[in-house]
Nanobody, 124 residues
Framework: QQQLVESGGGLVQAGDSLRLDCAASGRAFSSYAMGWFRQAPGKAREFVATISWTGSSTKYADSVKGRFTISRDNAKNTVYLEMSDLKLEDTAVYYC?????????????????WGQGTQVTVSS
């Protein structure tokens, strides 16, 4: 069992930066691939970024590539999402997810655990 708790969301202006944290419980964090997804009102949940269990491999949605950076600190059981040059369309609830094993996935139907989400609102 693993619990994920996101934090760092808030209200920002377009062009601002924000960092989301996802803290994981348990001692096996380094054995899990991690991912960030988001869901805007009235839309399906979509992939944002993912990172392998060692942190050596990452993948991003085209919409955030070059603006968002995913990273992890296995000693702190935490995965991060650094977001810069935020746009109105980045407004969503952001969720982190974990899956046991070395590989990451961009679909949302394979992850073992999900956090409760944190709201990011970008205003003009």
């Amino acid at each position: 069992q693993q619990q994920l708790v996101e934090s760092g969301g808030g209200l920002v202006q377009a062009g601002d930066s924000l960092r989301l944290d996802c803290a994981a419980s348990g001692r096996a964090f380094s054995s899990y691939a991690m991912g960030w997804f988001r869901q805007a009102p009235g839309k399906a949940r979509e992939f944002v970024a993912t990172i392998s269990w060692t942190g050596s491999s990452t993948k991003y949605a085209d919409s955030v590539k070059g603006r968002f950076t995913i990273s992890r600190d296995n000693a702190k059981n935490t995965v991060y999402l650094e977001m810069s040059d935020l746009k109105l369309e980045d407004t969503a609830v952001y969720y982190c997810a974990s899956r046991g094993g070395p590989h990451y996935y961009t679909t949302d139907d394979v992850w073992d655990y999900w956090g409760q989400g944190t709201q990011v609102t970008v205003s003009s």
